[in-house]
């Protein structure tokens, strides 16, 4: 998953680079400049006094020394003064300059604070979506296998911004029933990945959203309902939509490598996130998206938020995957893409 939003100390995260959200002189501060100084120890603050601060909106690099990075990159966010002062702009530029100076130092993965959100008073919503916003066209745009993670240190502060929060807690209050009450695919005993339900009701139960013809025999049910496997229809869609595979993956959020797996074995089994995933980055309808979920064995339920709030970004045209992961991180879900 190129993008990732987990909540930790970003002063714990193993890897290639972590960002620091530093001030002009570079000499330490409090919030994420204090912990990450105190955990380099001195070293990092005599390697600071030569550089000769940052601008805002710049970037610059030392090594990480006692911290279990091999780079701390110190980039320098505006101070919020009510969003008339390019401040957005200026954000933004912390991230891109951030992300070019960690490529230059050939680092395959970068953990990024949610940069002036903290003292800085940039209002989090806007923060974090300027975060994910750039990050995002970055992974999507620079081809690039970077791994990328935001870091959120206390998950209370983190918002998606009322409106949308209000808007995707409406949907699930409309659509979320405790029980399963919709109907169950067929238990089917093959060496395709079944469509399981935990419980064996009668033919007519079939999910009536596929209009399955009701055949006598299983094999037929079968030969209607998955006439391709994921892969394959995964695939097909690619092709007609006249996508690269490479644009499909990264809209995704899923790397390379697990890309070239699903492309070489027709018979791949994804995990749901990835199903869905691949739905939103082929901007499938829903019914589109139940079909192609249904070929790897699973299916949308109203009982589970995960899927509701999946149904509502579908329902509402919006298929930007970091922001739909953005909004499942606020709600305690699993992320879209692949682990
Ligand atoms: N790990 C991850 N995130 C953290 C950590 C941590 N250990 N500590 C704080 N944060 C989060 C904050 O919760 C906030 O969401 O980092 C985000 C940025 O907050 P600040 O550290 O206050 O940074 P910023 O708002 O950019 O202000 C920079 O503060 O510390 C001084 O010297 C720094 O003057 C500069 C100013």
Same mark, same amino acid.
């Given at each position: 998953?190129?993008?990732?939003?987990?909540?930790?100390?970003? *002063?714990?995260?193993e890897?290639? /680079?972590?960002?620091?959200?530093?001030?002009?002189?570079?000499?330490?501060?409090?919030?994420?400049?204090g912990?990450?100084h105190?955990? /380099?120890?001195?070293?990092?603050?005599?390697?600071c006094?030569?550089?000769g601060?940052?601008?805002?909106?710049?970037?610059?690099?030392?090594?990480?020394?006692?911290?279990?990075?091999?780079?701390?990159?110190?980039?320098?966010?505006? &101070?919020?003064?009510?969003?008339?002062?390019d401040?957005?702009?200026?954000?933004?530029?912390?991230?891109?300059?951030?992300?070019?100076?960690?490529?230059?130092? @050939?680092?395959?993965?970068?953990?990024?604070?949610?940069?002036?959100s903290?003292?800085?008073?940039?209002?989090?919503?806007?923060?974090?979506?300027?975060? &994910?916003?750039?990050?995002?066209? $970055?992974?999507?745009n620079?081809?690039? %296998?970077?791994?990328?993670?935001?870091?959120?240190? @206390?998950? *209370?502060?983190?918002?998606?911004?009322?409106?949308?929060?209000?808007?995707?807690?409406?949907?699930?209050? %409309?659509?979320?029933?405790?029980?399963?009450?919709? &109907?169950?695919?067929?238990?089917?005993?093959?060496?395709?990945?079944?469509?399981?339900?935990?419980?064996?009701?009668?033919?007519?139960?079939?999910?009536?959203?596929?209009?399955?013809?009701?055949?006598?025999?299983?094999?037929?049910? &079968?030969?209607n309902?998955i006439?391709?496997? $994921?892969?394959?229809?995964?695939?097909?869609?690619?092709?007609?939509?006249?996508?690269k595979?490479?644009?499909?993956?990264?809209?995704?959020?899923?790397?390379?490598?697990?890309?070239?797996?699903?492309?070489?074995?027709?018979q791949?089994?994804?995990?749901?996130?990835?199903?869905?995933?691949?739905?939103?980055a082929?901007?499938?309808?829903?019914?589109?998206?139940?079909?192609?979920?249904?070929? /790897?064995?699973y299916?949308?339920s109203?009982?589970?938020? $995960?899927d509701?709030?999946?149904?509502?970004?579908?329902?509402?045209?919006?298929?930007?995957? $970091?922001?739909? @992961?953005?909004?499942?991180?606020?709600?305690?879900?699993?992320?879209?893409?692949a682990?």
């Amino acid at each position: 998953m190129p993008l990732q939003i987990i909540r930790n100390d970003i *002063t714990k995260i193993e890897c290639d /680079a972590i960002v620091n959200a530093a001030n002009e002189t570079l000499l330490g501060g409090g919030g994420v400049d204090g912990a990450i100084h105190r955990g /380099a120890g001195k070293e990092l603050l005599e390697e600071c006094k030569t550089l000769g601060g940052c601008k805002t909106g710049k970037a610059k690099i030392t090594r990480g020394y006692k911290l279990p990075c091999k780079y701390v990159i110190h980039t320098v966010g505006p &101070v919020w003064r009510g969003g008339s002062y390019d401040e957005r702009k200026q954000l933004e530029s912390c991230y891109k300059n951030s992300l070019a100076l960690a490529k230059e130092n @050939n680092c395959e993965s970068v953990a990024f604070p949610i940069i002036s959100s903290g003292v800085y008073g940039y209002p989090m919503d806007e923060a974090m979506k300027v975060a &994910v916003d750039t990050i995002g066209s $970055f992974l999507l745009n620079i081809h690039d %296998d970077m791994l990328v993670y935001i870091v959120v240190y @206390n998950k *209370t502060a983190v918002s998606i911004g009322n409106k949308l929060f209000t808007d995707i807690t409406e949907y699930i209050d %409309d659509n979320y029933v405790a029980e399963h009450t919709d &109907v169950y695919c067929y238990r089917m005993s093959m060496p395709y990945p079944g469509i399981a339900s935990d419980k064996d009701i009668d033919s007519d139960d079939i999910i009536d959203s596929y209009d399955i013809p009701i055949s006598d025999s299983i094999d037929d049910w &079968v030969n209607n309902v998955i006439d391709e496997s $994921f892969s394959e229809m995964l695939l097909r869609k690619i092709d007609e939509q006249g996508m690269k595979d490479s644009e499909c993956y990264k809209k995704a959020n899923i790397d390379r490598k697990l890309f070239s797996k699903i492309r070489s074995n027709p018979q791949y089994k994804p995990s749901k996130t990835t199903a869905i995933a691949f739905a939103i980055a082929l901007e499938l309808s829903l019914d589109e998206t139940k079909d192609m979920l249904m070929k /790897a064995g699973y299916a949308l339920s109203h009982s589970n938020k $995960f899927d509701i709030i999946i149904e509502y970004f579908i329902s509402k045209g919006n298929y930007n995957i $970091f922001e739909i @992961n953005e909004a499942l991180f606020a709600f305690d879900q699993s992320l879209l893409g692949a682990l």
